[in-house]
């Protein structure tokens, strides 16, 4: 079913004319005098972000100009749409001149339109869009409901979602979809030999887990998700200064990630054979909490000495990743809110990513831009590995004081070799303030780009 928010042609709407402002001047020459009087009174020229309600003769809503982006592409935010359902009053609208990208502005429409009322409530107004020509309603709605539950997933605090909360979204997703579903759970994760797992979430009184469920026909194209679902990470015993844990309920996005990838996937019923792997773990202090030098086993049978327990994420990916990898794979994708060397290097909004694989490094750049949902790839420097090296263990879990980000993403390549291939993301999801479709709080990065590779490449 389509979104709420996106109306039918048939619904009684205002229009919204989307202008720069080399093209306002004409626009603005077309409207009734009232409305041109009104637009140059107040200012309105056009500038991109820029908006001014028009009256009719009688002082009601004519209409309303929205200032677009200029010529040059590289500075253009086709999310810019996504402004308007928080300044217009309630109703029902429509572009009554074209969007440059339909789907990204009715996207960006629904997005824009975003709120976390879990705990706070707000004043709710009902601004609809009439679904744009050539849009396919249905499937922009897929998207957005998909993104919008892994933010309110993001955005929720680990008192609400633990281990055991990421379970329960994860499983009645599945469900949805007719998923065969699993979940090995505290001390089962030693008997079954996910030994990283189970050391890093030790620890919390929530058990920690492996989450586990399949869809799709077994003979299809098999993809592989793997998000890193810490609910809450302290630090361990090498513990964070407060002012790091303020957002350290957002270190599950990369569960959020491969739960809404997941979700557009099943959706849309790509003909592939999805598993999705989800290590849901808290990083806790205890007197049983994984120390500084432990040596670890691992699902991989590599051992890893522990330099830091605040690199955690990277240990519950790797028994994750080795999992993926025995069913040799033809895609493996990971997501994890692993580094801040990667905020340091990218900043928050541009996710670095990691593949051997050239072919699948231009189509996810291609995509990300198509998409507007941007990252960057970074090289997998083999050089570097030797950071990682243990006198006492085959690897250390942490590296030296530079190129974090890339000594991370070695470490997990470390855990993958039968895959056809395998892209790491390492995200931030989190917006640290508003933008237009993008409102302060958890955020879905990297996921509607891996959709519309996957569609392109195994759609029907």
């Known amino acids: 079913m389509p979104h709420p928010l996106l109306a039918s042609a048939t ?29 140059k009174a107040q200012g309105f020229e056009g500038k991109a972000g820029g908006h001014c309600l028009l009256p009719d003769a009688d002082g009601n809503l004519y209409g309303v100009a929205f200032g677009l982006n200029g010529a040059d592409a590289k500075r253009n935010d086709p999310f810019l749409v996504g402004k308007l359902p928080t300044l217009l ?3 029902v609208y429509r572009f009554e001149t074209e969007a440059p990208d339909p789907t990204l502005a009715a996207l960006a429409w629904l997005l824009g ?11 709710e107004k009902s601004v609809r869009l009439v679904t744009p020509k050539g849009v396919d309603a249905e499937e922009v709605s897929h998207i957005v409901n998909a993104v919008i539950a892994s933010r309110d997933l993001i955005n929720t605090p680990t008192s609400d979602l633990g281990p055991d909360g990421i379970e329960a979204a994860a499983r009645a997703l599945a469900e949805r979809h007719g998923a065969s579903f699993t979940s090995i759970v505290g001390e089962d994760l030693l008997t079954q030999n996910f030994p990283m797992i189970h050391a890093v979430g030790r620890a919390s009184a929530t058990p920690p887990r492996l989450i586990d469920f399949t869809w799709g026909k077994a003979d299809a194209p098999r993809v592989t998700l793997v998000g890193k679902g810490v ?9 964070k200064p407060a002012s790091s844990m303020l957002l350290m ?9 491969t739960l809404a990838l997941a979700s557009m996937i099943m959706d849309a019923k790509l003909p592939v054979r999805l598993r999705v792997l989800i290590p849901a773990v808290e990083n806790s202090i205890s007197s049983n909490a994984f120390r500084p030098g432990d040596i670890l086993s691992s699902r991989k049978g590599i051992s890893v000495e522990i330099g830091n327990t605040d690199a955690e994420g990277r240990l519950i990916l790797g028994d994750a990743l080795a999992l993926a990898d025995e069913e040799s794979p033809d895609l493996i994708v990971d997501f994890a809110t692993l580094t801040g060397a990667a905020r340091v290097a990218l900043g928050p909004e541009l996710p670095p990513f990691y593949t051997d694989d050239d072919a699948l490094a231009a189509d996810i750049a291609r995509h990300g831009l198509a998409e507007n949902d941007p990252v960057w790839r970074m090289p997998l420097w083999y050089p570097y590995q030797s950071q990682l090296d243990s006198k006492f263990a085959d690897m250390n879990n942490t590296g030296g004081p530079m190129g974090g980000s890339i000594t991370a993403a070695l470490f997990l390549r470390r855990f993958v070799e039968a895959a056809k291939a395998h892209v790491h993301f390492d995200i931030f999801a989190w917006n640290s303030s508003t933008k237009p479709a993008r409102p302060e709080g958890g955020e879905v990065q990297a996921a509607r780009l891996m959709y519309a590779l996957l ?4 759609g029907a």
């Open 11 to 39: 619904d009684a709407s205002k229009p919204i004319w989307l202008v720069t402002e080399k093209t306002w001047s004409e626009i603005a020459g077309g409207l009734p005098p009232v409305a041109q009087g009104f637009a």
């Open 89 to 91: 009053p309630e109703g």
């Open 113 to 123: 339109s975003y709120s976390f009322n879990r705990y706070r409530k707000r004043s």
């Open 231 to 239: 609910a809450f990470d302290t630090g361990g015993l090498d513990i």
């Open 249 to 257: 309920r957002k270190d599950m996005g990369g569960a959020a990630a």
């Open 455 to 458: 569609k392109e490449r195994y």
